[in-house]
């Protein structure tokens, strides 16, 4: 006890002559303190997933094979054949994009399960692929864990297979699912609970439509919550009715709102850290592979702004990719892919300010751990802050050792301390004056990249809180330069062999006595066609041999008479009438973009009219662009 207490005050001593020679940072009594966390802050687990930024999403499955967004949930099993299923390819891909990780559909609303489960019988054990002994989801998992990058599930929840859907059976159904998934495949970095819920389906025969009502209820996503997190306590869970750690960005278009809040409930007893994830697919064909996409790949300039939308905006990106018949990527998506990854390299590659010298209006207690220059010596932790009464007017200069052109800013706040700050602009000084480059900055959160009006040329800038939740917690201030576009490799966009595309026919003949029908056919996507009735007939001047049609719901944000539920029906002489395809147009209110319908056999016709069976929202029906396909 004696020898304990006299090394320990020996220790005691020689700390104390290192403090006062300077040698170690001295534990002063007086030491400030760090400011206490603002509202809710979020886990380890959701700072981890902030920092991956971006990574991919695979959707692949009986879909793939029959052209359709959702499946109904009766398709046979036997149609899921890929000749060339090629995992490690695309997981390669993805790391070299840059991307941290991939989430792969293992069950989509069709209900097929893509690994050999023993929750139903419909799965991929029933498929002729590897006679039956093949397992994407294990495919995957494998390719990613080779490649170093994150695997993540999206399991949906809708099921329209499954014969107990909507009861109780279901739920010990997909229960079993959740847990094969997270004990047979290593760490699933997150969990993707899809929110929707449309109703009709197979059900194991009986072709009705099923109405769970209250989803959150029916599924009771807190006890899935509840089992996720012990099995695999470091998944994220997505959705789930806000009982997880991340939720929809609320459009399928890459982009989440600004301001962006990674809070719910701000302000009240109950606030809750949630932060967004922004979806969209590469390609404007959807979410699954359709024969012919390779035309519709976004351009890299537009994958640019979906960035700047979504981790610009403080959320994740997470960016659809989707495989073909084959079980590969299309070309044409990976060629986009690997252009924005070079585009958002270039943006990166190099920050004006790092290791610049900075100063700020004030320094928490003068104390050099919350020193400006925390914000240039590039690590993500440490923080510049005020006092703790300073929640607005305070600034923060960066002085470049020489001039610099730059039009991308981007600033982190250390969210472990919450999300603060409300309200910001920019400053440079140019021609002897501060002038505002940016005076519209509002959240910060884990990063925002602020894109300037036109490039500016200084060696000042300065960022001027002014409005704050509490003392803002700045960690990074960075200068970028928003990159001259990355040329797609043009041979990917041309047709591959595999792909039967559906060339539209000519419409110039076309004519109807219905009151602006030719908005229908007008080439102009931003009109449309919309009557009180549900029929639009058209007379094609000649007859004339298709196979299919297109229809391009309205763009205009409106769902009113949108039409998701179709017939389609055909004529000689505009009198006898002939159905040849009906169903539904999915998930257009998330994502309306141009839907595909390829009939059995080609027919022959002078007449057709497309009948809106029911509309997302109101009555009538409506149309902004109909083709029809060769
Ligand atoms: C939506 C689904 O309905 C789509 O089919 C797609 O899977 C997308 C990512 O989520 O809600």
């Known amino acids: 006890m004696n020898i304990r207490h006299t090394i320990t005050k020996k220790i005691l001593r020689w700390v104390l002559v290192l403090c006062f020679a300077g040698f170690v940072p001295c534990p002063s009594l007086a030491a400030v303190k760090p400011p206490a966390p603002c509202g809710a802050v979020p886990t380890e687990r959701q700072v981890n997933w902030l920092r991956m930024e971006w990574y991919a999403f695979v959707h692949f ?12 949930g009766d398709e046979k099993p036997e149609l899921f054949n890929p000749s060339g299923f090629d995992p490690e390819s695309a997981a390669k891909v993805f790391k070299k994009a840059g991307m941290a990780g991939m989430i792969y559909t293992a069950k989509h609303h069709d209900g097929f399960c893509l690994w050999p489960t023993g929750s139903t019988t419909h799965n991929i054990t029933r498929s002729p692929w590897k006679k039956g002994k093949g397992d994407v989801v294990k495919g995957f998992a494998n390719a990613c864990k080779k490649e170093g990058i994150k695997f993540g599930i999206y399991l949906s929840p809708w099921d329209r297979n499954n014969a107990e859907y909507g009861r109780p059976g279901y739920l010990r159904v997909y229960e079993r699912q959740i847990r094969e ?6 760490p699933i970095f997150e969990m993707w609970f899809d ?31 509840k089992l996720i997190r ?9 959705g789930a009715a806000q009982h997880g750690d991340v939720v929809w960005g609320g459009s399928e278009k890459g982009f989440v709102k600004y301001p962006c809040w990674n809070v719910i409930n701000m302000d009240k007893q109950e606030e809750k850290w949630i932060s967004l994830e922004a979806d969209t697919p590469i390609n404007g064909a959807g979410w699954f592979w359709h024969p012919g996409q390779n035309a519709r790949v976004k351009s890299p300039e537009q994958l640019m702004q979906v960035y700047y939308d979504s981790v610009g905006r403080g959320a994740n990106l997470i960016l659809n990719l989707a495989m073909d018949r084959s079980g590969r990527l299309d070309p044409a998506d990976v060629a986009a892919l690997n252009s924005l990854a070079e585009m958002r390299r270039r943006l990166l590659s190099h920050d004006f300010a790092a290791g610049a010298e900075a100063s700020a209006s004030e320094v928490r207690g003068k104390d050099d751990a919350f020193k400006a ?26 002085k470049l050792s020489k001039d610099a052109t730059f039009d991308v800013v981007r600033l982190r706040e250390q969210i472990r301390l919450g999300q603060r700050v409300k309200s910001f602009r920019l400053e440079a000084f140019l021609d002897g004056n501060w002038q505002i480059v940016d005076g519209e900055g509002k959240t910060i959160g884990n990063q925002v990249l602020r894109k300037l009006a036109k490039p500016v040329t200084t060696d000042r800038v300065r960022l001027v809180i002014t409005d704050s939740r509490a003392c803002p917690c700045i960690s990074e201030f960075s200068l970028l330069r928003h990159p001259d576009p990355v040329a797609v490799d043009e041979t990917s966009l041309l047709c591959n062999e595999s792909e039967e595309t559906s060339a539209p026919l000519p419409r110039d003949k076309w004519t109807s006595e219905m009151t602006g029908a030719s908005k229908a056919w007008d080439g102009d996507d931003s009109t449309f066609w919309q009557g009180n009735g549900n029929k639009l007939i058209v007379n094609l001047g000649e ?28 004529s000689s ?26 009939f059995d056999r080609a027919v022959k016709a002078r007449f057709f009219r497309f009948i809106g ?17 060769k």
Do not use: H
């Open 61 to 72: 499955g009986i879909n793939t094979f029959t052209g359709k967004e959702w499946g109904y």
């Open 181 to 186: 998934i997270l004990t047979s495949y290593g």
């Open 195 to 225: 929110g929707a819920n449309g109703g009709d389906g197979y059900y194991g025969g009986t072709r009705e439509k099923r109405n769970i009502g209250n989803s959150d209820k029916y599924y009771n996503f807190e006890r899935i919550v």
């Open 230 to 238: 012990s099995i695999q306590p470091d998944c994220i869970v997505w």
């Open 373 to 398: 220059s925390n914000v240039t010596d590039g690590n993500i932790e440490s923080y510049w802050c005020p006092e703790d009464k300073t929640t607005g007017g305070c600034w923060l200069e960066i």
């Open 543 to 570: 007859e004339v041999s298709f196979s299919g049609f297109s229809y391009l719901p309205k763009q205009n944000g409106d769902f009113n008479a949108m039409t998701d539920r179709y017939r389609f029906e055909v």
């Open 573 to 598: 002489d505009g009198e006898k009438w002939k159905e040849v395809a009906s169903g539904e147009f999915p998930n257009i209110r998330a994502n309306p973009i141009l839907q595909t319908v390829t």
């Open 613 to 629: 069976i029911s509309s997302l929202e109101g009555k009538g029906a409506s149309a902004a662009e109909i083709n029809l396909l």
